[in-house]
């Protein structure tokens, strides 16, 4: 009787033969079990893996395949240029948002020593890549969840220079403006809130299921944050101060009117790489 033929080690290359997944998220998932750059998915390829290696990689796809976000399931997700960590207490960053960030800093270009304020700030993705960009700035963040500020805090405090001349992020427990000083001034004011209607059936499909629902959702028509975001802006902002808002797909023309009923000049929306009204603006009026 012959003697049974070994089987032949699993590897890398193989592994991603046989993924029922999209090649790209098989490809992010082995490289976070192995450690490795996605090069080396190319020139290791061939390489025997480890059982453990292959049965954490195989855990992992048979979460994705159910629908978990792969954000989640590898910890972080990139955010203009930064890898921020991303856990089930926050909303994913998205590519989208970006267009927030690059209009905040734009509304800022040539002022010293600007005063940002990030309201909802989740993972803290906005204000960070803000105070990125501009280490002069001061940034304020506030979120009322304790959660999502604990994990905005560690993404402070690993991709900002701490002696970065705006000092770190005065990250802050708060629902919107209540536990902020009144007599604190900004010259650019910027949210992505729940805007998300109750009832859309989005919020029961894909990466939303996993994700926060009080950070996509306000239970309501979709507008109610916003509307209180934009009620206590003029207030808080200092003489030509901008706010920007993320909204819904279809909200662009609601939010122009919210904000021009508050007195703000220079209203308008900008467009994501989608061709989508994705934010809404304007200065302080007066």
Do not use: C
Request: charged share 20%; aromatic share 4%; no cysteine.
């Amino acid at each position: 009787m012959m003697p049974a033929t070994p089987a032949t080690p699993l590897t890398p290359a193989a592994l991603l033969r046989a993924s029922s997944l999209p090649p790209l998220e098989a490809r992010i998932l082995l490289t976070h079990v192995l450690g490795w750059q996605r090069t080396q998915l190319i020139t290791r390829g061939d390489e025997p893996l480890d059982d453990a290696s292959i049965a954490h990689y195989q855990a992992l796809e048979a979460r994705r395949v159910a629908g978990e976000p792969v954000a989640q399931l590898v910890g972080a997700r990139e955010f203009f240029g930064l890898d921020f960590e991303v856990t089930p207490d926050v909303l994913i960053p998205r590519p989208e948002t970006e267009l927030l960030v690059e209009t905040a800093l734009a509304a800022i270009e040539n002022i010293s020593r600007p005063r940002v304020l990030d309201l909802g700030t989740g993972t803290g993705a906005i204000a960070v890549a803000i105070a990125s960009t501009r280490p002069d700035a001061q940034v304020w963040a506030l979120d009322r969840s304790a959660e999502a500020l604990a994990v905005a805090t560690r993404n402070s405090t690993r991709l900002l220079d701490a002696k970065r001349l705006g000092g770190a992020v005065a990250l802050q427990q708060s629902d919107w403006y209540g536990s902020l000083d009144p007599a604190l001034r900004f010259d650019v004011m910027v949210s992505n809130p729940p805007y998300i209607a109750s009832g859309d059936p989005h919020l029961s499909e894909g990466d939303l299921r996993f994700e926060p629902r009080g950070a996509l959702t306000d239970e309501a028509d979709g507008l109610s944050a916003i509307r209180v975001i934009v009620a206590g802006a003029p207030a808080r902002l200092a003489a030509g101060g901008a706010l920007w808002i993320e909204h819904g797909y279809d909200q662009a023309e609601a939010v122009r009117g919210l904000l021009s009923a508050q007195g703000f000049a220079q209203v308008r929306s900008e467009r994501d790489l989608a061709g989508i009204e994705r934010i809404s603006g304007g200065r302080r009026g007066g």
